[in-house]
């Protein structure tokens, strides 16, 4: 029998070589303005120094149901995605619409609009794999060897390295298992897709478009093949 699986949330992160965050004020609006206002929070503008951590972010937007979240550092852009509580997650097909609407307006934004220069993408996406057993019982017969092992946690992780757009890639999967979303027989899956951290590339509107398609088939591919 096939296994149910939905998106919880998703991240796509375009590593950043340079932006011209001068006019903070101006940048936010630019960004909710191309994203259809879905970042309809207030947003943060922080008055962090340029000689602070490139890492911190210094404009923060998010939608007032804080479904959406996006985060701009000096050598960062990213657009998270969260499913709400209520929510049983998002089909695996609907994403696939989803991250190309999303990517078409981000890339828009970030090459066009903004003339950043990226060097790296990644794309996160959490999944939720609805078992016919508990998430704990199934790690621990199918990976473990011993249905009755006493952890009340499991993680099996997975790394494999791809060409993903022309771009060497890296394939992380970690299948994690704990109480009490176990019990509700309930599989969290972490997808991390991203280019490699040794090389830098030049990515624009074509390959980063060509990444994200390729790496959510190939983390779809992969959960196929851990999750059977």
């Not at 060097?119 to 999944?127: D, F, P, S």
């Not at 997975?158 to 890296?170: G, P």
């Not at 490699?196 to 590339?201: C, D, G, I, L, R």
């Amino acid at each position: 029998m096939k296994i149910q699986t939905l998106v919880q949330s998703s991240q796509f992160a375009y590593f950043l070589s340079s932006i011209d965050l001068s006019d903070r004020l101006k940048i936010a609006e630019n960004i909710r303005a191309t994203t259809k206002s879905v970042l309809d929070g207030q947003p943060t503008i922080l008055p962090i120094p340029d000689d602070a951590p490139p890492e911190i972010p210094r404009i923060m937007l998010s939608s007032k149901d804080k479904r959406f979240i996006c985060n701009v550092a000096l050598n960062r852009f990213d657009f998270i995605h969260k499913t709400t509580n209520q929510d049983t997650g998002m089909e695996t097909m609907e994403f696939d619409d989803f991250l190309l609407k999303e990517i078409v307006l981000l890339n828009k934004l970030l090459f066009t609009e903004l003339d950043v220069k990226s060097h790296r993408l990644g794309l996160i996406i959490t999944y939720h794999s609805h078992l016919e057993q508990e998430g704990l019982a199934y790690l621990k017969s199918r990976y473990f060897g011993n249905p009755k092992d006493k952890a009340v946690e499991l993680q099996a992780h997975r790394l494999t390295q791809e060409s993903i757009a022309e771009m060497n890639s890296n394939n992380w999967i970690r299948l994690v298992a704990k109480l009490p979303e176990s019990e509700k027989k309930i599989l969290t899956v972490i997808s991390d897709v991203n280019t490699s951290q040794h090389e830098k590339f030049e990515i624009n509107s074509d390959n980063a478009l060509l990444f994200y398609k390729e790496a959510y088939k190939i983390s779809l591919q992969t959960l196929g093949q851990m999750i059977v």
